[in-house]
């Protein structure tokens, strides 16, 4: 029996397709940092914000569905709670947050010397529904 391999995606690909699958469920305030040169943690950061415990869970569930096809996250922590969901796929981290928590942990402050990267166009058609 032959086992199919997964297909790959490259990094920048991986950020701008979590980005584009957390706006795709209403998330607010999606961030694609660029760390590459400040940390060796990951390439980039995704930091999205869900105005709900349910919403920041349908958030990361979102992100994680979208992505199986690449391969699973390496780890996921906070997913039951649902105030602060992180999904960590090694070249990319994703912080999904309640707002308040956003603003209390505020690694958009901590990482402000991080480039941001705008998220083209095509990523967010790719992932509307018709």
């Not at 709670?81 to 958009?108: A, C, M, P, Q, T």
């Amino acid at each position: 029996m032959t086992v199919k391999p997964k297909p790959t995606i490259s990094t920048d690909d991986r950020a701008m397709k979590c980005a584009a699958l957390a706006l795709e469920k209403k998330a607010f305030d999606v961030k694609v940092l660029d760390i590459r040169g400040i940390s060796t943690i990951a390439d980039y950061l995704v930091i999205a914000t869900g105005s709900s415990d349910k919403q920041v869970v349908a958030i990361a569930d979102s992100i994680r569905t979208g992505l199986k096809k690449y391969g699973k996250a390496l780890d996921v922590e906070g997913a039951k709670e649902g105030k602060w969901v992180v999904i960590d796929y090694g070249d990319v981290i994703v912080h999904v947050f309640y707002s308040e928590l956003r603003s209390y942990y505020n690694l958009d402050e901590l990482w402000s010397s991080a480039r941001r990267v705008e998220i083209p166009e095509e990523y967010l058609w790719e992932h509307k529904e018709p």
